[in-house]
């Protein structure tokens, strides 16, 4: 009930705010570099022929423009081949020879190099899609090159790299494969090493596309890598099991904070607290300012952690004086229904003492509810 009165009757307390900054700044100057994990994609290596999606990688294929993606739900054997690939039967799919030999005896035509992926486009000029997707955010480089592998005609594609909508890059492959299984195909295509920034969930799509003349004869080695750069650094707190805020279950993201913008005056929605620092000293910040990205200048701790909420607002307060309130729990969680009868506009974070963790203390996510 104190809480609910101390939401409705925003600002709380004052104060703790010199303190709070003292606290943030004494315990991490330092921002830790930002690493990739993992440092590289590559195709051939990460291939599944059970999962798919299969990590950051998905296996599909597309109408003959090339616009749009339709997930492999299931695995067949291509009749020139005895190795399984993600297609439904006809000649339109990916799959990749698992064994360290090389792959003779599809149909006696084709040649598969050991361990690598052949790609084919469909009987209705559909192309086969290999797609990654940016597991987060930042700059990653991508590597493709390609090979014809049937040895009676040459293989006749067309190759197409996107970042999303737009096209990174694009070419024909029209060469053979040597009839000597012994003697691997020629690259036949390369894309030079081509740097891209992305937002996490950004796609980047190899399309093997049967060249405008039919799917005979298409069969094409695709070696595809992407490597990351630099992930972006974070720009907003997100939640953990030691400091966790939430509206109504909604959750932001290292460069999306929670917000909630135009509630209807008079609506009920749901402040949730959690930690699982129970009795530990514990607060949580409120203003009406905007909050700042890491960026923009936010204090981060020594363990990454960032103080979105600006802590020069003079409308910024805490509830409990800066960790001066009833330690945490006893329960792990609250959940608290708040409404305003007038127009509102504030942001708030969570901090709980963690002694366990470098700096000391923990962050919540920020949110910020306008009506
Ligand atoms: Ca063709």
Avoid at 16 to 44: E, K, T, Y
Avoid at 110 to 135: D, F
Avoid at 182 to 193: D, K
Avoid at 344 to 352: D, F, N, P
């Amino acid at each position: 009930m104190r809480l609910m009165t101390a939401i409705g009757l925003m600002p709380i307390p004052s104060v703790g705010l010199s303190s709070f900054l003292i606290a943030v700044v004494l315990l991490s100057p330092v921002r830790p570099a930002q690493s990739c994990s993992p440092q590289v994609w590559d195709a051939a290596t990460d291939f599944s022929s059970t999962t798919n999606p299969n990590g950051a990688w998905s296996y599909g294929w597309s109408n003959p423009q090339g616009t749009s993606f339709n997930l492999w739900s299931g695995q067949a054997t291509w009749g020139w081949c005895t190795f399984q690939v993600w297609g439904s039967g006809s000649w339109l799919g990916i799959g990749k020879n698992q064994s360290n030999s090389p792959l003779c005896t599809c149909n006696g035509l084709t040649r598969i190099p050991a361990q690598r992926i052949v790609m084919h486009p469909g009987n209705y000029a559909e192309r086969a899609v290999l797609r990654w997707t940016a597991p987060t955010a930042g700059a990653f480089q991508v590597s493709a090159q390609f090979a014809g592998l049937d040895i009676n005609a040459p293989t006749t594609v067309y190759i197409t790299v996107s970042h999303n909508s737009a096209v990174l890059w694009s070419a024909a492959v029209t060469n053979s494969a040597p009839s000597s299984c012994s003697i691997p195909a020629p690259i036949a295509a390369a894309m030079p090493a081509t740097n891209v920034t992305v937002s996490a969930g950004d796609t980047i799509d190899c399309l093997v596309g049967d060249g405008g003349n039919g799917n005979g004869n298409d069969s094409t080695l695709v070696e595809f890598t992407i490597s990351c750069l630099a992930p972006q650094a974070p720009e907003y707190q997100t939640n953990s099991f030691a400091a966790s805020l939430d509206i109504n279950g909604v959750l932001g993201t290292p460069q999306t904070p929670a917000l909630f913008v135009n509630v209807p005056f008079g609506a009920t929605a749901n402040l949730g607290l959690l930690s699982w620092n129970v009795g530990q000293p514990w607060d949580v910040g409120v203003g009406l300012a905007p909050l700042i990205p890491a960026s923009a200048g936010a204090p981060t701790t020594s363990s990454g952690q960032i103080v979105n909420l600006n802590l020069t607002d003079p409308s910024f307060s805490l509830w409990f004086n800066f960790l001066l309130g009833p330690p945490w729990g006893p329960t792990t969680s609250l959940s608290l229904p708040f409404s305003f009868s007038v127009p509102t506009s504030l942001s708030a974070q969570m901090i709980v003492v963690a002694p366990s963790n470098p700096s000391g203390i923990a962050l919540s996510q920020p949110v910020t509810f306008v009506q």
